[in-house]
């Protein structure tokens, strides 16, 4: 195609990625020709500094109408802003905290290549969220895996670290070739690999055989994607590279990955799988189906917070915790209902401000002594009784307890599997039930924090870039739980449900 | 009359001020005491005058909303509580005075005197209750003030036991009562005595539930006035103070059964299973509460196991329809029994002991207290001319004339019983030569012998206001204007009078016999039937036979409920936690660290939604 | 009154909290004395409103709401559609309970003074409680009333567990994660109404649930009996219902006497409450139903408790299992689910709440004394602190339902209920009354009767600040039993016509 | 050519995407292990080209699909051969079964 075809497009969609590409080659090329004394920090608050202009620039498109270029490969729906906001605003922060990494053996060289690959993966997120086409789908995913497995193997020394990697690798290819080969079939049996394009072909389709092979490639790209999900059954490599992994990289696998997980598994499976008609000819496959959905929504759920109650490791803990999250999430994803869209961006909004806010304590706590002991928070509470107070704040968020965004996120999930008939009323059960559960270790952390004498010695000095991510993810935390209507406002008027996102 | 409510606000507030400043006024609280009872005994005079010309009056003020029922609490003066006033206010009255001298030196002096004006503030005020409500409010007031005064004595191991027993004994009475009053109250739409009475009159409450409603109370009664079986508490009650013994456990609170069953007379009268029910449990006890009298050789025991008797005396004269009987031994028995104890009181005094045993030939040393005491004993062992002679012979004309013979029989046998085991009494303590170790046993101060003096003169004369000979004054003003009383007078056959003389002259003769001429051995009957005499000696077992029953149960009870508590409640909560937590260990188990594993569950997974939506969806 | 002046009493303990993060730690008279001030204002506005009621302001005129979550994007439907506001007013009986929370509330505070360690986190989650417990009592919507309930929750938690005794930890343990159930459970129950009525507002669900054409969604009467069994089992963890009384029993054990007083004076009756407002208020035909079991219950709760309290050798458990049966009074009032049962029920719930407070209040001023509660090693004490021992006994009789004392009005009002409903369960239930008086007498006459098995020499009785909570309670305690009107009167409305 | 039957080729890849994933469960040999994936990724492709060429409806999408496919593949087993280098640096193993220091 000639130029002015390739200039006709309106590539300001794409700004964002751009930027984040741009900065991207820029630092590649810092990193490569600054002097090896030049402390590699700058080049972060460069990479924050690029994030924050993505923000920006999405802010720009907001008003937009929905938009798609190169045939249909990327579009940017209000589904892609909404979620590509809470992707860059979780990276801004989750940048923050990695200024701020410093393991016992020290990143030295490595800092700057932390910070391009973890733009490479952000980039990769958001051309998930935008994505309409398989192909450019998979690539985005792709582009996040590998950034992310360098990420999680980065020390280098350290064994913990590499054998994380390697698991994550391996696990990950796995993964990806169970959900390619879905995506194989679908795109046999339409012959396309736009989303709307086969969307379009599989209405028409009522041919039991294709029909089986459809589900056949649904469970396939579902156990695939449950890899990025952290959920059952692809959920057990979570705890130990969540272990491994530099604590950024565990945040950025807990919060920005699993949210592109959600992302990529709501553009497929609601726009193509509610394409399709079961045999009976009425109701879509994606509805049809919805019982294993469920099923694996509540064993998630289960396995995620019964798990959790043995865990001594505060990283591995919040792995499990995160897993359980996961399940939490699908069950929104399972109850389908008009509040959906709603219910699961506003959880993932809360999630992001309440985990890193956790995982930001943590990494304060624990990478100074070099362990991850749960024992290691003993008598915060005497130490730095802010920081304690503050942890709490996210912990309670994380439980649920009202005042905190986690509890309104929990409500509104709830109404979700409730308000559509027939209502989950075992899912919703269940989801209590374990919440109830989770209790259990979340305030075994509190039972440290404060009722403990306290373990170390010393003051715990808190810098710049962890206290900005504190104190932004403490207020977020409770001003989205005592004003969550700020948030639904913002929904309301910026994505209008969501309903362009089929058109 | 219309000030009568003044009546006990004149005890209560000697309550509270001692209270307040008891540690203050030191002994002279028990002045406070005095006046204010005084006053409440002037009043309760004049009442008493009034009603003797006026009418019955009555004063209500709402109390307490429920929905659109209203409850009221308010005052009544008929003739009987008139007659309970006065007879409340002037014993306690004396019980106050004679305190002052028997209580001396005791370092809770005031604390003693508090609780004597709760009291009788609860006493004045059941007799003023207008409604089965309020009476049952002071019912229970007065069961603390006598649990209080029981055990005084706090730091007494038996003192304290005997408090609780008899709180806990009259409260199972309680329990009845207050089961009785609210059947009622949803088969009447009232707990005002004449509206009961006029809806029992007008039929509107089945005979059945008239007999069980009224059995109910009188259970309650039973609780009160120490009849079996729930006596065992009185006995016990003596490790009190005698004063207090003499004003609670003699005079007023426990005569507050019959009271209630006298109250309630109406209602029992509307069911004959309720009146003989009443009878008969009245006649039982009179004579079994004598038989143990027979064997008790603590004097304040032998006290207590006669007016059990004397109280069931009431309740057979109830339950055979003699209101006015009933009543009038009431008043009688208040008097010399009353005197009877306060006598022994400034006997244990002098001596210091409450064994008989040891006592003898006092009557020399104890110039004034031996003749009042002998008054007593003459009172109630209904020798002519005194005032027990009168209501007991009334007694037993009525159950005569109601045709109880049994009853009838019975009562006289305990008569006889009572004058023998009165005048033991009486003998061992005075008569004989004194002991060497009573030497320096001096006579009571005039604060102890005063009071004593006022009841000698009443135990006499107080029987001439209702006889056979100077008209039944009192009965016909008892039952003036409510025929549902029955009759002021019962007329009976005049041996029945003969035949209570005999009796309780052979009764005294037999005592004097054994006790005092010694020409009989003492052991003369037990000698003969031991078996029968250690059961007697015993109190028939009873207390023993409740406590390897009730007590027993309820502990078995408690233990099998332990039990539940530990195994059931605690078990399926450590059962559950524990599930949760094992699978939570098998999980973290699962977790071997092998990557391959982890892929292998994923594909295990996959293939099993992969089966199961084959299967479901039909495919194969 | 301007209209806010719901939240100014609801919150009005915040001033205090604020005051005291400013306070250092060091100083530690200011901090109480923060502390206990923090929860005058509550008392004082609680006052005013009770007596401006009286003076014949209608209690709708406290009412208050602003627009606080919009759930979905139902707007264009109807406004109100799944949107919860932030709605507060009372009724008779919450205005009760907003009385007696703030008033013992001030009391637990001087009666924390007991407590010798870390006033300033102690007082704040303190305060952060009542701030819980008033707001219970008025939300107007179920998501609020739930939020509120929650919020008693975390600081119980941390109160117990930072300053509870020998075994502190389990015992937080178990509250949070019993009450956690509970509330999880209720929780469920309020998400049901949500999604199939639309609204949390219990006066609109009260008329929706009960006129099946009105709801966006019907809902079937199999439903309805579900939805009210789980509020039964839900408030039964708070009441407790027995089986579910184990976590209360360790809480009265280790929790601070002063955090009891208001945990078993406030936070027990919330599950009465929560029966009444949600139980009888949405479900009436079932609570009907089910009127029989609760009674049922009741006696159950009753004569457990009873008989377990006999055999208790500390007497922190005494009371502990004592209040079990006592809450059985409530549910048996509930259970006659007539005008004098539940007023009954009503008036129990406040006396027993006064009644508990004053005895462990004296408990606590016992154990700040001899540092022991078992039976065993006390006895005489009435030698050493009569004043204190005449407490003790008088806070017994009120237990034991003495007349002229509140428990009395309310136990007579319950049996008077039953009795007309169910005579034989009633009968069997006035076992109770008497094993009450078994229990407590032998408790409390093992401490202050007989021998003194220790020397009470040198030893304080009543202090002058700890005279003031023992006053104002007996005081109240005898007031509501002679003169009961003054809780019949904002119940009249209430009650009346209950049961048909 | 033609006579070949659709069906042949996916069974061929399923067939061959089974062998992979046994490999990749059961070898010890990580290289080995990489390699299986690289097999399950061709079952893959030769899926996308059978349906790109003799699919309900033929398209040129799935050969561009297989390309993506295949370069990223390729980036994907040289960052796992990368971090297996980095690995058998500190533990002298290329192993599978050996790398259980993070568990339970």
Known sequence: ?503 | MENAWLIPLFPLLSFLVLLLFGKRLKEASAYVGILLTLASLVFSVIVLVARLTDATFKAEADWLQIGDLQLTVGFEVNQLNALMLVIVSLVSFLVHTYSKGYMHGDERFPVFYAYLGLFTFAMLGLVLSPNLLQTYIFWELVGVGSFLLIGFYFNKESAKAAAKKAFIMTRIGDVGLLIGMILLFWQTGSFEYDEIFASVHAGEVSGTMITLTSILIFIGAVGKSGQFPLHTWLPDAMEGPTPVSALIHAATMVAAGVYLVATMFPLFAASDTAMSTVAIVGAFTAIFAATIGLTQTDIKRVLAYSTVSQLGYMMLALGAAGYVAGVFHLMTHAFFKALLFLAAGSVIHAVHTQDIEKMGGLWKKLSFTAPLFLIGTLAISGVPLFSGFFSKDEILIAAWANGNYVLFWLAVIAAFFTAFYMFRLFFMVFAGKERSDMKKVHESPFTMTGPMIVLGILAVVSGYVNTPWFGTFLGDWLVDGNEALGHGHIEGPAWIMIVATVVSLAGIYLAYLMYSKKTLARDWFTSRAPTLYSIVVNKYFIDEIYNSTFVYATKAVSLFLRFIELFLVEGLVKSVTGIVKGLGKTGSKLQSGQVQTYSTVAFVGLAVLLIIFALTGGYF | MDSFYLSLLVFSPLLGIVLLAFMPKANENGLKMLGVLGTVPAVILALMAYFSYLGGKSLESFAEQVNWIQFGSFGALDPNLFTVKYELGIDGFALLMIVLTSVLALLAAIASFHIKKEWKGYFMLFLLLEIGMLGVFTAQNLILFFIFFEVTLIPMFFLIGKWGYFDKEKAAYSFLIYNGLGSAVLLIVIMVLFAKTGTTNIEALKVLVNSPEQVLTPISESLKMGLFIALLIAFGVKLPIFPLHSWMLRVHVEAPPSIVMLHSGILLKIGAFGLIRFGMGIFPEQFQQLAVLIAVLGVVNLLYGAFLALIQTDFKMVLAYSSISHMGIVLIGLGAYNEAGVQGAIFQVVSHGLISALLFFLVSVLYERVQTTHLKNLGGLAKGMPIVSGFLLAGAMASLGLPGMSGFVSEFMAFLGLFKEMPILAAVGALGIILTAVYLLRAVLAITYGKSNREYAGIRDLRSYEWAPVLVLIGLIILIGVYPAVLSQPLETLVLGIGG | MNGVPVSAYLALALILFCIGLYGALTKRNTIIVLISIELMLNAVNINLITFSKMGIAPSITGQIFAVFVIAVAAAEVAVGIAILLALYRNRKTVNIDEMNELKH
């Open chain 1, 1 to 503: 195609m000639d130029l002015e075809k390739l200039l006709s497009f309106d590539w300001g969609l794409m700004a964002p990625e751009f930027i984040i590409l741009i900065a991207t080659v820029l630092l590649t090329l810092l990193d490569l020709f600054l002097p090896k004394k030049v402390n590699r920090r700058i080049l972060g608050w460069i990479a924050f500094a690029s994030v924050l202009v993505a923000i920006a620039a999405l802010g720009g498109l907001l008003g937009e109408q929905v938009g798609s270029i190169l045939h249909d490969t990327f579009r940017l729906d209000s589904f892609a802003k909404a979620f590509k906001l809470l992707l860059l605003v979780g990276s801004a922060l989750v940048l923050l905290l990695a200024i701020d990494y410093q393991p016992k053996e020290g990143l030295n060289e490595y800092r700057g290549e932390f910070y391009y690959l973890f733009l490479t993966g952000l980039l990769g997120t958001m051309i998930m969220s935008s994505s309409g086409d398989l192909i450019t789908l998979f690539v985005g995913l792709e582009l996040l895996s590998i950034s992310s497995y360098i990420l999680a193997g980065l020390r280098k020394k350290n064994l913990k670290s590499n054998e994380s990697a390697m698991k994550y690798v391996i696990n990950g290819s796995i993964s990806t070739a169970i959900t390619l080969f879905g995506m194989s079939y679908l795109y046999g049996i339409t012959g396309s690999t736009n989303l709307k394009a086969m969307a379009g072909t599989l209405t028409t389709l009522n041919d039991p055989q294709y029909i089986y092979l459809l589900g056949l490639s649904f469970f396939m790209i579902f156990v695939g994607l449950s890899f990025k999900l952290a959920s059952v059954p692809f959920h057990m490599w979570a705890p130990d590279v969540y272990e491994g992994a530099p604590t950024p990289v565990t945040a950025f696998l807990s919060v920005v990955s699993k949210i592109a997980g959600f992302v990529i598994l709501i553009r497929v499976m609601v726009s193509i799988y509610s394409a399709i008609p079961m045999e009976d000819g009425t109701t879509p496959m994606l509805f049809g189906l919805q019982d294993f959905i469920g099923f694996l929504a509540a064993v998630t759920m289960i396995v995620g917070n019964l798990v959790a109650l043995r865990q001594r490791n505060i990283k591995r803990l919040f792995a499990y915790s995160s897993i359980a999250h996961a399940g939490y999430l699908l069950v929104a994803f399972t109850a389908m209902s008009y509040v959906m869209f709603d219910s699961i961006w506003f959880y993932m909004l809360a999630y992001v401000f309440m985990n890193l806010g956790a995982f930001a304590i943590i990494q304060l706590v624990t990478t100074k002594v070099g362990s991850e002991d749960i024992a290691h928070f003993a008598g915060l509470y005497r130490r730095a009784p802010i920081l304690a107070v503050t942890m709490a704040v996210f912990i309670l968020s994380l439980a649920g307890i009202p005042g905190t965004a986690g509890f309104i996120g929990k409500l509104n999930i709830f109404l979700g599997a409730l308000m559509v008939s027939p209502s989950h009323y075992v899912l919703a059960s269940i989801m209590i039930a374990t919440s109830v559960i989770s209790y259990f270790y979340y305030f075994g952390i509190m039972t440290q924090m404060f009722f403990r004498p306290r373990a170390e010695e010393g003051k715990l000095k808190v810098p710049a870039a962890t206290t900005a991510v504190l104190i932004i993810c403490a207020a977020a935390t409770i001003l989205f739980g005592v004003m969550p209507q700020l948030a639904f406002d913002f929904l309301q008027s910026n994505f209008n449900q969501f309903l362009d996102f089929m058109g």
